[in-house]
Antibody, heavy 120, light 106 residues
Framework: EVQLVESGGGLVQPGRSLRLSCAAS????????MHWVRQAPGKGLEWVSG????????GYADSVKGRFTISRDNAKNSLYLQMNSLRAEDTALYYC?????????????WGQGTLVTVSS | DIQMTQSPSSVSASVGDRVTITCRAS??????LAWYQQKPGKAPKLLIY???SLQSGVPSRFSGSGSGTDFTLTISSLQPEDFATYYC????????FGPGTKVDIK
């Protein structure tokens, strides 16, 4: 059974940093691209970032480019999101999502999310 | 960036109704489109990928069609568990979601 479990969320002040983690199990982690998708309270879905199976390619939404860094550790079956210079508008539930294929942007499994609240 | 729009933003329907949701891309994306269902407090669930391919385990009352810029999600006979918000998502370049369509009970 595929499982994605996010952690690392919490309350943080504007301008500070936070690192999210996603622990994956139930599939061959290093065969698939992985992504972060967020959802602000009461709002829609926003893709944040993605990383290829071998970390050779990464992508970011314009709203987080230069502030967030995605990475993965295939030996630990883990995905990460380093979030710096956080802003109030980064407040959201952050989901980890698995690509359906090795490099597609179809998300066939999602975690339950970790909540990030940016507030003073 | 490729922008996505959806219509309607909400629809009220009854069990057994046929429901159609439309998604439009700001430029052509071939068949690089997915549909997701999200219920309150839950993660999204992939329903349709590649515009018309049904994800494993998804009931056959869900279907998708379209290519280029115009796409449709159809629920042939609405069931009680189908009341949710539906999102389209383009997968041609950086992923981008539509604003969502809420399907609620009439």
């Amino acid at each position: 059974e595929v499982q994605l479990v996010e952690s690392g969320g919490g309350l943080v002040q504007p301008g500070r940093s936070l690192r999210l983690s996603c622990a994956a199990s139930g599939f061959t982690f290093d065969d698939y691209a992985m992504h972060w998708v967020r959802q602000a309270p009461g709002k829609g879905l926003e893709w944040v970032s993605g990383i290829s199976w071998n970390s050779g390619s990464t992508g970011y939404a314009d709203s987080v480019k230069g502030r967030f860094t995605i990475s993965r550790d295939n030996a630990k079956n883990s995905l990460y999101l380093q979030m710096n210079s956080l802003r109030a508008e980064d407040t959201a539930l952050y989901y980890c999502a698995k690509s359906k294929y090795s490099s597609s942007s179809y998300f066939d499994y999602w975690g339950q999310g970790t909540l990030v609240t940016v507030s003073s | 960036d490729i922008q996505m729009t959806q219509s309607p933003s909400s629809v009220s329907a009854s069990v057994g109704d046929r429901v159609t949701i439309t998604c439009r891309a700001s430029q052509g994306i071939s068949s690089w489109l997915a549909w997701y269902q999200q219920k309150p407090g839950k993660a999204p669930k992939l329903l349709i990928y590649a515009a018309s391919s049904l994800q494993s385990g998804v009931p056959s009352r869900f279907s998708g069609s379209g290519s280029g810029t115009d796409f449709t999600l159809t629920i042939s006979s609405l069931q009680p568990e189908d009341f949710a918000t539906y999102y389209c998502q383009q997968a041609n370049s950086f992923p981008f979601f539509g604003p969502g369509t809420k399907v609620d009970i009439k």
